[in-house]
């Protein structure tokens, strides 16, 4: 069992940057890969990015590959989303989610742990 919790979300101007954290619970980790998707309103929920459990292997959905970047720290049980050059069409609640698997997958139905969800508003 794992508890998420996201931070860092807001309103930013089109172009600018914000970085999302997640904090996990649990001793265990660095055997989880995980992952971050998104939700617009009136939308489904989408995949934005994925680390395996050593954070050498990541995944990006093709509308924010070059602009974000995944990272995790296992030492401190949190994964980053660093978002750069944001657009208004990247305006969505943020989730992060966990899968208890050494092996990063891009399907919202593979995670079985889920936070609570972050806000992100980019004005243009």
């Known amino acids: 069992q794992v508890q998420l919790v996201e931070s860092g979300g807001g309103q930013v101007q089109a172009g600018g940057s914000l970085r999302l954290s997640c904090a996990a619970s649990g001793r265990t980790f660095s055997s989880y890969a995980m992952g971050w998707f998104r939700q617009a309103p009136g939308k489904g929920r989408e995949f934005v990015a994925a680390?395996?459990?050593?954070?050498?292997?990541?995944f990006y959905a093709n509308s924010v590959k070059g602009r974000f970047i995944i990272s995790r720290d296992n030492a401190k049980n949190t994964v980053y989303l660093q978002m750069n050059s944001l657009k208004p069409e990247d305006t969505a609640v943020y989730y992060c989610?966990?899968?208890?698997?050494?092996?990063?997958?891009?399907?919202?139905?593979?995670?079985?742990?889920w936070g609570q969800g972050t806000q992100v508003t980019v004005s243009s």
């Open positions: 989610a966990a899968r208890p698997s050494i092996v990063a997958v891009t399907g919202v139905n593979e995670y079985d742990y």
């Open positions: 680390l395996n459990w050593s954070g050498g292997i990541s």
